[in-house]
């Protein structure tokens, strides 16, 4: 009895999230920020439910006037003891939105791999613009330098995980800043 109500737990559990997963599906085709959301999926690691849990959690990038203040707001930024001329840098400080930060962590491991477009990421691609697929690109190719220069050079994989998430979100404003703009010119 107990294995039996442990499977239809589980089955339970699994038709929940393909109902959520329809749900958000149908609001990001319909919501006001649906091209940043599909912008978001031209990068390695974003699918629809982070792209939108992204845009969720943070509401207009564009409000941010630099990529730093992003980084900031998500806690991905370094902590910084100083005395007089001494600084010391430490850890993140982990003071921003928790829910954004992991979701970004988690979408920062795909860039472990060689960049390449593969075939859900060239589906996700699909309709762009050449500009936002050029900012996906670069963002392989620099994160990816990235996690292997850090890892090379000793560090742990979790904290070379972490400065590539900090340079995603780099490229996530530089998406909604590309989608804001190419608003503008078909508004003009």
């Given amino acids: 009895i107990v294995l039996q109500e442990y499977l239809r737990a589980l089955d339970e559990a699994t038709e929940r999230i393909a109902r959520l997963d ?31 849990t992204i845009v969720a959690e943070v509401g207009d990038i564009t409000r941010f006037r630099k990529p730093t203040q ?3 707001y998500a806690g991905l930024v370094p902590s910084e003891h100083s005395s007089g001329s001494r600084r010391r840098r430490g850890g993140i400080t982990k ?26 990421l060239r589906r996700r ?11 996906s690109w670069r963002a392989q190719l620099r994160l990816n330098h990235k996690y292997r220069r850090l ?38």
């Fill in 95 to 120: 003071t921003g939105n928790n829910h954004l930060r992991r979701v970004v962590v988690e979408a920062a491991w795909h860039y472990r791999h060689p960049p390449r477009v593969g075939i859900a």
């Fill in 22 to 52: 329809r749900e958000i599906a149908q609001r990001a085709e319909t919501c006001t920020h649906a091209p940043l959301i599909q912008a978001l999926q031209a990068l390695r690691g974003v699918a629809l439910t982070t792209a939108a």
């Fill in 151 to 188: 890892v090379g050079r000793g560090k742990t994989k979790q904290k070379a995980i972490t400065a590539v998430a900090r340079e995603l979100l780099g490229f996530i404003w530089e998406l909604a800043h590309e989608v804001e703009s190419a608003k503008a010119k078909q508004a003009a």
């Fill in 125 to 135: 691609q699909q309709g762009l613009g050449t500009a936002i697929k050029g900012i």
């Fill in 70 to 72: 992003l980084m900031a």
